[in-house]
């Protein structure tokens, strides 16, 4: 086993490098002792919050396409909770050692396939909200087929991306070396880094600025066309509320895009970094890679902040989606639009 061109994308206490070495002991394990209640605290976290988006948007009598979508995120952010923040925190950090099930089926397969499926479960999100201000009145986008094939196709995708890690993960008990080791070892290294990049940061984000593009122009048009109307009346009032339920949403996906990418490139820049010794394997690196899961933490934060109305149980009307609106002429009945109900 060649140590120097051993892909490491995901954290491993188990793989030990001259770089390693090199650190100072003592640090490390000062650092180590907090990082595993970190660790800890992120698995909590990231569990928490995204049952209670999850239990939120199930208690909502009135269902969306954009809570459906929501919870979709929320699923997949779960599993990245489950299937690599928990393993990781038990193994590398609290030091139980691996055997071959928990090497092989959680680092080798559903570590990689949580981080790929809530990747492209914000992918289709800003896919569904684009249709949602382009094509407001399109009967496809109303189909039931749309709305699960849609979500469904990221995890369908995440699974197949995830079987060339599974294919590629090696096991080696305690006697082969001081401690048991479980890695991913690819005989096309600089290709699969390069690869990760490449589906994880660049294609989605060329889809998320696309659809972006796209409810931009949409929104630009029907400015210029005079859509939002002045008028007093119910049907200009409702148009109105709609709009900017819409534009809610859409700055609610806009920030839970940004975040991604601050989470995320961080991993990647340390990988390749690390692979051209532009970095040390240690306390640097590790903190870099560690901070893709925040992730799946900040995703539920986002939409608790932008949606944080659903809380207010004592409020009545909340809960009708309803107020009267009086004009000159009659009194009118106007749903309340929730950033959730689109």
């Not at 923040?85 to 609290?94: C, R, Y």
Request: charged share 15%; net charge positive; hydrophobic share 45%.
């Amino acid at each position: 086993m060649n140590e120097d061109n051993t892909t490491q994308i995901y954290t491993n206490k188990t793989i030990l490098t001259n770089d390693a070495a090199n650190e100072s002991t003592g640090k490390m394990k000062i650092f180590e002792g907090i990082f595993k209640w970190i660790s800890l605290s992120i698995f909590g976290g990231i569990v928490i919050l995204n049952i209670i988006v999850i239990g939120l948007l199930m208690k909502q009598k009135k269902k969306s396409r954009m809570g459906f979508f929501v919870a979709n995120l929320a699923y997949a952010d779960l599993c990245v909770g489950i299937f690599h923040v928990l393993p990781e925190t038990i193994h590398v950090w609290f030091e139980v050692d691996w055997n071959e099930f928990t090497c092989h089926i959680f680092y080798g397969y559903l570590a990689p396939f949580s981080f790929y499926v809530s990747t492209y479960a914000i992918v289709v999100l800003s896919i569904d909200r684009m249709n949602v201000v382009v094509k407001p009145l399109s009967p496809v986008t109303r189909l039931r087929i749309y709305k699960y094939g849609l979500a469904l196709s990221a995890w369908i995708l995440g699974s197949l991306l995830a079987i060339q890690y599974s294919v590629h993960t090696t096991y080696y008990p305690p006697q082969n070396f001081d401690e048991d080791v479980c890695l991913h070892e690819f005989p096309y290294d600089p290709e699969i880094r390069y690869f990760d990049v490449c589906v994880l940061i660049i294609i989605p984000i060329i889809f998320i600025i696309t659809c972006y593009i796209m409810i931009y122009m949409a929104i630009h048009r029907r400015h210029t066309c005079k859509f939002m109307t002045s008028n007093s009346n119910s049907d200009g009032m409702h148009e109105r509320v709609n709009f900017y339920a819409k534009m809610r949403t859409v700055k609610q996906l806009f920030v839970v895009s940004v975040v991604y990418v601050i989470c995320w490139i961080p991993l990647f820049s340390a990988s390749l970094l690390c692979y051209y010794n532009e970095l040390q394997f240690g306390i640097t690196y590790r903190v870099l890679v560690g901070q893709a899961p925040l992730n799946s933490l900040t995703n539920p934060i986002v939409f608790l902040l932008f949606n944080h109305n659903i809380f207010c149980k004592c409020r009545k009307s909340s809960n009708k989606n309803a107020i009267v609106l009086k004009t000159n002429s009659s009194s009118t009945n106007v749903k309340i639009v929730n950033a959730t109900q689109l």
